[in-house]
């Protein structure tokens, strides 16, 4: 999209005609259609533009009406929608940040579940198949073993760069010490231990019985023993493990090193993350690939609180998976594990009461980039209404 405001945008009728015309005539199409048929039909309607559209799902494939009928009709400007077309813009974001026009129809969550199948629609990248039969193979075409646990003084940088790759995440084992682990989460704990609820540099939810709980702090560069982690060489060495051009992020900078904690029973707030992808608020086309890193402070269990991941899926448009799909991946305190911010992934709540939970610190490694709406970071949206507390996704 040409971020210049001044610059006049595509003709969305053209756009529709030939473009995405040609576009529904690919083999694929039918079965973006299947996925999208559950949630009937979805229509736009580009309020300074005077145009609306609306896609029609069927066994067939998909029909483009240029018209208002859809069951659900979305309502918004016509750089917005040419943000979706793209992929700089999501359906997640342009809720939250209440940047759709009066106008709506029908569920806008269903726009949320429309949005994989738009992204393949308008991109081409594949749909992540129903069935998850996904084979992810290693350089010599035998199966991978999802759980594979690496190492790295022993284990092959090629063999480990290809497994990121491919899967989309990389699990490393004892890359801390004992030592080590306990100084960073004495850090953890006395960066949480300062924060405030509107200090817009930390994460905030509800427990079951109403209290307020720190989920994540933004500002873990803050304190210096995180902060000395940006020049740490077991750092530098999975950062050749990623995609050339990624670059740490200044440590001095909000987000730069965070710090989260899992706590059991929550009923508000983003601490028990769903299923979703880390450009999910926008930007994937600018900013994407991302690769972040997690330094694990505590065991990762179903007690604990794991996280999972769905396979190979940062190279697909991929429908919201399933509470139980994907697999978990088993870290310990000290481990280390590397995603892709495009793989689907989700942290559950912690099956356990009595702890501990996982913590972990996350770094991330970006391109240079600028974010196209012109903020400072694209999760900020979350945390407009100034007091930390960040809303779960509507309908999650």
């Known amino acids: 999209m040409n971020t210049d405001s001044s610059a006049p945008l595509p003709n ?220 740490d060489p077991r750092i530098a060495a999975m950062q050749s493990l990623m995609p050339p051009g990624l670059k740490g992020e200044n440590p001095d900078d909000i987000d730069a090193v965070t710090v989260l904690f899992k706590t059991p029973e929550m009923v508000e707030g983003l601490s028990d993350l769903p299923w979703h992808r880390d450009c999910g608020m926008g930007g994937h086309a600018v900013m994407c690939p991302v690769i972040n890193l997690s330094i694990y402070l505590a065991d990762a269990t179903p007690a604990s609180g794991e996280l999972r991941f769905l396979p190979g899926s940062h190279r697909y448009a991929t429908p919201n998976p399933g509470e139980d799909d994907g697999i978990s991946i088993p870290a310990k305190a000290g481990d280390v594990t590397l995603h892709f911010g495009d793989v689907m992934h989700g942290a559950p709540a912690p099956q356990g009461t009595t702890g501990p939970f996982r913590s972990s610190i996350l770094l991330s490694f970006k391109p240079d980039f600028e974010n196209h709406r012109g903020d400072r970071h694209y999760n900020d949206v979350l945390l407009d209404d100034g007091d930390g507390f960040v809303s779960a996704l509507p309908g999650k």
């Open 12 to 231: 969305p009728s053209v756009f529709h005609r030939d473009t995405l015309g040609a576009r529904l005539r690919e083999a694929d199409v039918p079965v973006i259609a299947k996925a999208a048929m559950p949630h009937g039909s979805i229509g736009f309607t580009l309020v300074d533009a005077g145009y609306s559209v609306s896609y029609y799902p069927s066994e067939q494939g998909i029909e483009i009406r240029e018209d208002d009928k859809a069951d659900t009709l979305i309502a918004l400007s016509a750089e917005n929608w040419w943000g979706i077309v793209k992929d700089l813009e999501t359906a997640p974001a342009l809720i939250y940040g209440g940047r759709l026009s009066d106008g709506c129809r029908g569920d806008v969550v269903q726009f949320m579940h429309w949005e994989p199948m738009l992204r393949s629609l308008y991109t081409g990248l594949p749909l992540y198949p129903a069935d998850h039969a996904l084979l992810l193979t290693d350089q010599g075409g035998e199966a991978l073993n999802l759980l594979q646990r690496f190492t790295l003084e022993r284990d092959d940088m090629t063999q480990m760069r290809h497994y990121l790759n491919t899967t989309g995440y990389l699990l490393l084992g004892d890359v801390f010490g004992e030592a080590e682990v306990k100084e960073m989460v004495a850090a953890g704990d006395t960066l949480r231990h300062a924060a405030t609820e509107d200090d817009q540099s930390s994460w905030w939810g509800k427990d079951r019985e109403g209290n307020a709980i720190v989920t994540r702090v933004l500002n873990g560069g803050d304190h210096p023993y995180l902060h000395a982690l940006a020049s």
